[in-house]
């Protein structure tokens, strides 16, 4: 099954804290979870239960969270990423949002990255489908990549 | 296909909502709830105008491809969901099939309000013959029945999730080419709402398959995989015949067909399996995908834009009670 093996490339959450450029939240199904395994890059999961302790970035970070289809505003973030974004300082350390949805969901397809985007200030940097195409894969990896040149540069310059 | 392999549910059990195996359950249960709806809270009746302006072959188009969507979501609603029901491994997912069954049968009856609002009893008698008689459309019915008649729990959640998440496109792709050209709005707002619920249903579906799959060898988990993509195919080259059968007569049997391959590629994804349409073949139209979902275009993929009206964020404070608990 790939979401076993899914879990060991990513790995497990051992400590609260996370350095991570890129944090996400995937429910039971795995299908935003995959997506970031295909992606390969260094990224922290936020924890499946809000129960559980969230995470606190240390650095800047580009979020990435589905949408499952509600049909309103409210409840469209999950619940465990509210949780972590309630923390200020991850809220401050926040720089772009990619959502994941289905555009079988019509007016709401991911909506909660467009709110999350709205609440924080940053661009909803782009959206895909279920756990995505190869072609998604390829255009996020460039497109983060150029994104966090792009904003180093700016710092600099300022 | 033999009837009497058809089971109930060995043991019942009186349902216990307070203790919960699989949060996925009690997530989907409530997300179909709140999207409960029914086809007379829609103003169908604000389209007989519209519909007066197609031309007979249009109307004639239009009603045999709804017969048809009338089929699949009778089928998936009397046997469909309901066969799935004895497999299911928590009384969570019990119950969610019957809310399932219960919501295609109310698709099922939705194609109904449109022909009476819309047209004769005599039109409507003969597009219900024409579904009948016409092989492709009695094929793929037979194919997906066969599979839920059979005694395989996995290959009938196969089977169920390519009927919910691929199946239907060939037929929902024409109310959402009238609604970017302005016509039977109505109609396709109703439509969206079928979609939106068959987007849950082979959600969950294709999740519970993927449950289904823990724990079994490899060697089964590699014949499940073969028998997903050999099925997909036999369904698609008979939905490629289908799809030139009804859409040959307006010439939109090519920009269908981008339609279904996209919607394949979903479907594999809901069942956990990469998509195999490559993108040259899924390139959907635009004004269909609009139509679909308005943030669905390339103007809402910042990486392929410049990127230079980009600010560095700023956080804004953020009170708890922003966020919507």
């Not at chain 1, 985007?117 to 279920?130: I, T």
């Not at chain 2, 519209?50 to 009778?74: I, N, Y």
């Amino acid at each position: 099954m790939s979401a076993i093996t899914a879990e060991a490339a990513v790995g497990r959450i051992v400590s609260r804290k996370t350095s991570s450029p890129l944090i996400y939240f995937s429910s039971a199904s795995d299908n935003t979870h995959r997506f970031v395994v295909k992606l390969g890059v260094d990224a922290a999961r936020i924890p499946l239960y809000t129960y559980e302790d969230t995470l606190l970035a240390q650095e800047p970070f580009v979020l990435l969270l589905p949408t499952y289809g509600g049909e309103t505003r409210r409840g469209a973030v999950p619940k465990q990423v509210i949780k972590f974004l309630n923390i200020p300082e991850n809220r401050q350390l926040i720089r772009g949002v990619i959502g994941a949805g289905n555009t079988n969901f019509g007016t709401t397809y991911c909506l909660a990255g467009d709110i999350v985007a709205e609440k924080c200030n940053v661009q909803h940097l782009y959206r895909f489908e279920l756990m995505g195409t190869s072609e998604d894969v390829d255009r996020v990896r460039e497109g983060l990549e150029e994104f966090w040149t792009r904003l180093s540069q700016n710092t600099t310059q300022q | 296909m033999t009837p009497e392999k058809l089971k109930l549910a060995s043991h019942v059990k009186a349902i216990n909502w307070n203790r919960i195996e699989d949060e996925k359950d009690v997530e989907v249960w409530n997300r179909l709830c709140n999207n409960f709806w029914l086809p007379e809270k829609v103003p169908l009746s604000n389209d007989i105008q519209s519909w007066a302006t197609l031309t007979p072959d249009e109307q004639l188009l239009t009603m045999r491809v709804f017969t048809g969507l009338t089929l699949l979501d009778t089928l998936q609603g009397t046997v469909g969901a309901v066969s799935l029901i004895p497999d299911a491994i928590t009384p969570h997912e019990e119950a969610v099939y019957t809310n399932i069954a219960f919501m295609e049968s109310v698709h099922a009856k939705s194609y109904s309000s449109i022909f009476s609002t819309l047209c004769s009893t005599k039109e409507i008698d003969e597009a219900f013959r024409w579904s009948v008689e016409n092989v492709n459309l009695q094929k793929k019915a037979q194919i997906i029945e066969g599979y839920y008649y059979g005694d395989d729990p996995l290959k009938r959640k196969i089977a169920s999730t390519l009927l919910e998440s691929f199946l239907f496109y060939s037929g929902f792709y024409l109310p959402m080419y009238w609604s970017s050209r302005a016509k039977l709005t109505n109609t396709a707002d109703l439509i969206r709402l079928i979609i939106r619920d068959e987007a849950v249903h082979g959600y969950y579906i294709g999740y519970k398959y993927q449950k289904g799959l823990e724990g079994l060898s490899d060697e089964r988990k590699a014949e499940l995989k073969e028998y997903t993509f050999e099925l997909l195919f036999e369904l698609y080259e008979n939905e490629v015949q289908y799809t030139h059968d009804l859409y040959d007569s307006v010439g939109l049997a090519e920009d269908v067909k981008k339609f279904l391959h996209y919607n394949a590629n979903k479907a594999l994804m809901n069942l956990g399996y990469e998509a195999m349409f490559p993108a040259a073949v899924t390139d959907v139209n635009p004004a269909i995908l609009s139509a679909l979902s308005p943030n669905a275009d390339e103007n809402h993929d910042f990486f392929s834009g410049s990127g230079s009206s980009y600010v560095i964020g700023k956080a804004v404070n953020t009170e708890d009670d922003d966020w919507d608990f």
